[in-house]
């Protein structure tokens, strides 16, 4: 059984720093690419960061330089370190798995990020 686990999410001050992780199971983890994806209330769900097999990364603009995206394949963990957070990251953080070949694609439940004073 395939599954996402998300965690690390919380409350934190403006300017300060959260990991988040995701615990894969179920599938060959090293074979896929993994991506964080958030949602703000009212909102679609937009693409934050992203991680080939091959660990080219890729990130939006609005989290260039202040989140990381990171794997570890021996524990079939991808992270997301989000630093420098504005109160405007809040949203609910879902991490992703897609075959390179774009199917199949598994979500976890989400976990959720308030950036607020």
């Known amino acids: 059984q395939v599954q996402l686990v998300e965690s690390g999410g919380g409350l934190v001050q403006p300017g300060g720093s959260l990991r988040l992780s995701c615990a894969a199971s179920g599938f060959t983890f090293s074979g896929y690419d993994m991506r964080w994806y958030r949602q703000a209330p009212g909102k679609e769900r937009v693409l934050v960061a992203a991680?080939?097999?091959?660990?080219?990364?890729n990130y939006a603009d609005s989290v260039k330089g202040r989140f990381t995206i990171s794997r570890d394949n021996a524990k079939n963990t991808v992270y997301l370190q989000m630093n420098s957070l504005k109160p405007e990251d809040t949203a609910s953080y879902y991490c992703?798995?897609?075959?390179?070949?774009?199917?199949?694609?598994?979500w976890g439940q989400g976990t959720q990020v308030t950036v607020s004073s």
């Open positions: 991680i080939t097999s091959g660990i080219s990364t």
């Open positions: 992703n798995a897609i075959n390179p070949t774009g199917w199949p694609t598994y």
